[in-house]
Each structure stands twice: as structure tokens, then as C-alpha cells.
């Protein structure tokens, strides 16, 4: 077997030009973050003005956290399926297409972000200054929307390709059980498809029409909620290949093998089932949501930790392997017998580390009782910066550096240089990380420009207010160095300087325990997708149709108008009907 | 105990001073304010003992860098 960008250079190529796109929205996702960051500690709040804060911020959030993370996973997902299976695409304008698709709606949306510096009227009003999560009433040019759409299909499609892929596999091999990492690929993409059905709804039905001037209004807490019925389980989108990275490169860097091929298809199994019926977490103050629902949905929430501790017991169990292949011993002293020195490995090393904190500060967030201590407060911005800008993104740089050589064919340009970058990104994230929650308790609000307007003072509980802003104002400056070094990376990786070999063949080792192991049971996708909808069924039926009920389809008068006739419609129909089936 | 490497070093060095950075800021939470000069300053010179101290230690070739 040879190295992947010889043997498939036409998918090598999407996976290039994928990785492409995700470090071209980080680097936009980064300056953007170093502004913000900057403007709203205090420390150099003239170049943008409070009111550019939030083009800023949204610029910010969709860059890194929609565009940066998936264009990332569908790379590591084409080639995640390629590699595994064997095959190539079934049909390579298939899967051009969709990353062309990917590419025209990010383009658009990005378009759309960026008006929202200029002028009004000198762009034609074009902007959209709607945060990441977008929702109503915050309102933005319909090319944003539509752009969106455009995005989230050629994502589907990409899923569409990589089922054909194994589908082909599957008429070839029937009695073979679906490789690890297509099967990693298979149940996120349904947990995906699942997820987005909340926000495509809210897009192409409420938000484009609206913008466009047919509706006058929308019903804001419908938005919001079929934003969150697909905003947290976008997470475990980011989350997966994150933790497919953890089941299966780092064992391999360790010297080891992956300990439980079947305790890695539980925890993917779980996240199909478990991610979407947990959303209204997000909306705990949300008064136009009954108690109860919110409850269930904080409970689906904790059985999320789960596949979280399957995860750090599979993996470290995995690692300990790998240490004492290497001559580790003792309790703890094999870990000094871990390859420290490789970037990639260091790098998903402390982004695990990071990751066990955040979801101690997760658990704090989906409680339903003391999410109200911290909710809309900068404790939230800290938490998601210790998952997805760091479990993710540090996990998705530090992986970089392993698999560069094998989408390239060439080795990276420095392993020094990429450990001091993951390192430097580790110090910023836990000073900006910590700080923010921190400030989070003391009541610091996020989404703010300027949180200290009508001169509120905030009494840090530990530590003063103004440590803090230091601290984050640090950690945001760290973190915008080490990008520096990534990307001076990724460019002299990308040509012919130094003496660098050639990249050899790279292979992943049979996990100790292998699918032979696994029930059969774990790989009916279909079974588990089912139950996966049941639960959604159960969570989100009696909550929606009472913000339905409650505020009509598109709120305000409309909504008074469905109540007033076409709800009386029904039921006169509904009546009928049972009458004549009674 | 053996010397760590220089990649150990660098790991140890990204947490110490993570640490250092938040150790004043719970000093002044438990009403020891200590001011920025003498801090930082007392702190590098504890660092650069340290490195001497770490580099002290005997120099043997463990599993790890074998």
C-alpha cells in the first residue's frame, strides 16, 4: 500500500482543497478573534467601532465554528472513507460537486458577514450581524440565509457520496464487517442529517421568506428552538472526527493499538442517539418553553457523558498500551514514555486534557438549577473555547501535522516548530478559558461590545475584574501566535524548503479487541437511527407544538390568524374525520 | 528522578507558566496582593533555579528516550 495522495490523488486533491478552505476560514475566524478580544478587554478598543464589534464577532463564530470545523471534517471524513474502505469515489464529480457546493455557500454567506462593515446602502444593505447562531429577531440579507442553505446541502450530498462508497463496499464484501473509521464516518453523517433537519426547516421556510419581505414576521422562539435542535448536537459533529482523531491516530503515534474497536462503535452509537433530543438545554430561561420539556432535555443531556467516559477510558487505556510497547512502566511513569516530541500527538494530548475541564463546565451549563448562575454570561464563551476551540480545533492542527504527509505525499517542515505551536496554543486557551469563566461568575455578560455600559462594576468572587481581562487579553494574544506559527507551517510545509523526505506509506494498526468482538447488533444503522428519531419524536413534538400553538407558525399576527381560522379549520376536519371512522 | 528532555521541559514550562500567571490572581483572592514587579520578578528567579535544579539531575537514558 502506498501513500494516499499517490494511490487516490483525485480524492487527496478534495481533501487538500477541503483543508484549504477550513485553515482559509481560520485564519479569517482568528484575526477576527484577536479584534474582538482586544475591543472588549479594554486594551485597543479604536480600530472598530461598537457597533463593528458584532460583524466582528459574527465573522467570528461562523468562521470558526461552522466553516473552519466542517470543511476540517470533510476532508478528514473523505479520506477517513477512501482509506478504510479501500475505493475510491464511486463518482469523483459527485464529490467535487459537493465541496463545490460547500465552497459557493460559505463564499455567500461570507459575502453577506462582511457588508456588514461597509455602509448601509453602499453594498445594498448586504449584512448580517446575526451571530453564529443566527436566529430570530436578529435579521440578516437573504444571501446569507440562502448561502447557508447552499452549504448545508453540499454537506448532505458529501454524505450521500460516502454511503454510496460503502454501499459499493458492502456489495463487494457482505460478510465483512463495516471498517472503524467508515463506520465513525456513517453514524455521525445520520446524526447530522438528523440535526439539520431543525435548522433547514428554520432557514428555507421561515428565515429566507422572512428576509425576502414575503412574511412580515416570524415566531422568534420557533427559530431559536429549531436553531438549538440543531445547535448542540452541531457540537458532536465537531466533536466525532475529534474523537475518531483520538481512537485511531493516537494510538497508532503512541506505539500501541486502539484497546476496544467495540467500545468505540458504543460511543458513536451513543452520539447518534443522544445528540439532537438535548437542545432546549440551551433555552432553560426561554419562558415560552414549560419546565417539564427542559427537564427531559437536561436529562438526555447527562446521559451524554457517557460515551464521553467510554472515550477517556478506550483512549488513555489505549495510550498505556502504547507506552509500555515502548518500555513504559509503572503506575504512572509510562507516560513519560510517550512520543512527547511528535506535535500531533502532544497536540490531542492536551486537547483531551482540555476537554475533560470543559466538560466539567459542561455539566455545570446543562444543569437546569445553576445554568441560571451562568447563563448568557462569558462562562458559556469560556466553556465553548475549552471544547470546540480547543478539544477541536487544537485536536484538528495537531492532526494536521500527521496527516499533511499523507494528503501531500511530502513530510512537514518542522516538528519543534509545530510542538512550540500546539504548546502556545494550550497556554492561551487554558489563561482565555479560565479567565472567561471566571468572569463568568462575577456576571460579565457575553455578546457584548462594552460590558461595563451604564458603569455596572463587577466583583470578581476570585480574583479582580481587571486580572481577568488581562488574562483573557493574554490568552487571546497567544492564541493568535500560535495560528501565526501554523500557518507559517503549513506554508513551508507546502513547498520544497529544507531537506525533507518523502512521505512513507502509513498504515492503522487492528485494535486489540476487534470488530469480531462487536455484536452485530451495534452496526444496524437502521435500528439505531430509528430509535435515534423516536427520541427526538418524544422531546421535541409537545414543546413545538406548543410554541406553535402559542405564537403561530410566523408569530404576531399571523399567528393570530392560524389561531383564529386555520386551527378551527382543523379541528372542524379532525372532528369530522372521527366521526366517520367512529 | 532523571532529567527530563527538552520536550518534557517544554510541556512543563506551557503549564508552569499557565500557573504562575493564575497563582496571583488566587494570592489576591485570599487577600495577598502581591505587586507585579516583585512578583514576576521573584518568579523568574525561582524559574531559573529550577532549570538549574532540573538540570542537576542525573542524566540517564529511561525508556522514553531510549
Known amino acids: 500500500m502506498g ?71 470533510v476532508g478528514f471524513f473523505q479520506w477517513a472513507m477512501t482509506d478504510s474502505l479501500g475505493r475510491e469515489s464511486e463518482d469523483i464529480r459527485i464529490t467535487k460537486l459537493w465541496y463545490g457546493m460547500m465552497v459557493l455557500g460559505a463564499a455567500m454567506s461570507a459575502v453577506a458577514i462582511l457588508g456588514g462593515f461597509f455602509d448601509s446602502g453602499s453594498l445594498g444593505d448586504v449584512q448580517a450581524d446575526v451571530l453564529f447562531t443566527f436566529y430570530a429577531p436578529l435579521e440578516a440579507h437573504p444571501i446569507f440565509y440562502v448561502g447557508l442553505a447552499v452549504f448545508l446541502v453540499g454537506t448532505w450530498l458529501a454524505g450521500v457520496d460516502w454511503f454510496r462508497s460503502w454501499w459499493a463496499w458492502k456489495q463487494d464484501n457482505p460478510n465483512e464487517r463495516t471498517p472503524l473509521r467508515a463506520f465513525m464516518v456513517l453514524t455521525t453523517m445520520l446524526m ?80 447518534l442517539v443522544l445528540s439532537v433530543p438535548t437542545g432546549i438545554h440551551h433555552q432553560y430561561v426561554d419562558p415560552g418553553i414549560a419546565e417539564g420539556f427542559k427537564f427531559l432535555a437536561m436529562t438526555n443531556t447527562m ?18 498500551h502504547g507506552a509500555r510497547q515502548r518500555g513504559g512502566e509503572g503506575y504512572f511513569s509510562w507516560l513519560t514514555a510517550l512520543p512527547w516530541h511528535r506535535p500531533a500527538f502532544t497536540g490531542m494530548s492536551l486537547a483531551g486534557l482540555m476537554f475533560a475541564a470543559a466538560g466539567f463546565s459542561g455539566m455545570i451549563n446543562a444543569g437546569m438549577s445553576i445554568n441560571y448562575l451562568v447563563h448568557n454570561t462569558l462562562w458559556v464563551v469560556g466553556h465553548f473555547h475549552m471544547t470546540v ?15 499533511l504527509p499523507i494528503i ?41 461590545a462594552d460590558p461595563t455600559y451604564d458603569q455596572v462594576v463587577f466583583d470578581g468572587a476570585y480574583g479582580a475584574i481587571g486580572e481577568l481581562r488581562f488574562q483573557i487579553a493574554l490568552g487571546g494574544v497567544l492564541l493568535s501566535l500560535s495560528l501565526l506559527l501554523f500557518f507559517t507551517h503549513i506554508v513551508l510545509s507546502s513547498f520544497d524548503i529544507g531537506d525533507r523526505a518523502a512521505a512513507t506509506p502509513d498504515t492503522i494498526p487492528a485494535p486489540l479487541s476487534g470488530p469480531e468482538h462487536a455484536p452485530a447488533v451495534l452496526d444496524n444503522l437502521r435500528l439505531w437511527t430509528t430509535v435515534a428519531i423516536v427520541l427526538i419524536l418524544l422531546t421535541y413534538i409537545l414543546p413545538l407544538a406548543s410554541i406553535v400553538t402559542n405564537g403561530g407558525w410566523l408569530g404576531g399576527s399571523y399567528g393570530a390568524l392560524v389561531a383564529e381560522y386555520v386551527l378551527p379549520a382543523v379541528s372542524s376536519t379532525l372532528d369530522v374525520f372521527v366521526g366517520v371512522i367512529g | 528522578m532523571n532529567r527530563p528532555g527538552p520536550v518534557g521541559l517544554a510541556i512543563l514550562t506551557a503549564f508552569a507558566v499557565v500557573a504562575v500567571i493564575e497563582l496571583r490572581t488566587v494570592l489576591g483572592a485570599i487577600g495577598i496582593d ?33
Do not use: C
Not at chain 1, 198 to 213: E, H, M, N
Not at chain 1, 304 to 320: I, Q
Not at chain 1, 389 to 403: N, R
Not at chain 2, 38 to 64: D, E, Q, R, W
Open chain 1, 3 to 73: 501513500v494516499f495522495a499517490n494511490e487516490y490523488p483525485d480524492e487527496a486533491f478534495v481533501v487538500r482543497a477541503a483543508l484549504g478552505s477550513a485553515f482559509v476560514a481560520l485564519a479569517l475566524g482568528g484575526l477576527m478573534g484577536i479584534i474582538q478580544t482586544l475591543h472588549r478587554t479594554g486594551y485597543y478598543d479604536s480600530l472598530i467601532s461598537n457597533a463593528d464589534y458584532y460583524t466582528v464577532l459574527t465573522l467570528h463564530g461562523v468562521a470558526m465554528v461552522l466553516l473552519f470545523t466542517i470543511f476540517f471534517l
Open chain 1, 389 to 403: 476551540g480547543t478539544a477541536v480545533a487544537l485536536s484538528f492542527m495537531a492532526a494536521t501535522y500527521w496527516f
Open chain 1, 303 to 320: 446521559f451524554l457523558l457517557l460515551p464521553s467516559f467510554l472515550t477517556a477510558f478506550t483512549v488513555v487505556a489505549s495510550l498505556e
Open chain 1, 408 to 448: 501531500t505525499g511530502r513530510e512537514i517542515f518542522s516538528r519543534r516548530l509545530g510542538l512550540a505551536q500546539v504548546l502556545l496554543w494550550f497556554m492561551g486557551m487554558v489563561l482565555m478559558g479560565n479567565a472567561m469563566h471566571r468572569a463568568g461568575l462575577a456576571g460579565v455578560p457575553r455578546r457584548t
Open chain 1, 192 to 271: 447530522w442529517y438528523l440535526a439539520t433537519a431543525g435548522v433547514a426547516i428554520s432557514v428555507i421556510f421561515f428565515l429566507i421568506p422572512w428576509s425576502l419581505g414575503i412574511f412580515d414576521s416570524v415566531n422568534a422562539l420557533l427559530t431559536r428552538t429549531l436553531f438549538w435542535f440543531f445547535g448542540h448536537p452541531v457540537v458532536y459533529f465537531w466533536l466525532m472526527p475529534v474523537y475518531m482523531m483520538w481512537y485511531v491516530i493516537m494510538p497508532k503515534l503512541a506505539g500501541g493499538r486502539l484497546f476496544s474497536d467495540p467500545l468505540a462503535r458504543i460511543v458513536f452509537v451513543l452520539f
Open chain 2, 34 to 66: 502581591v505587586a507585579i514587579g516583585p512578583y514576576y520578578a521573584g518568579v523568574t528567579i525561582l524559574f531559573g533555579v529550577s532549570i538549574l535544579a532540573v538540570y542537576a539531575l542525573p542524566k540517564n537514558g529511561t525508556p522514553a528516550r531510549a
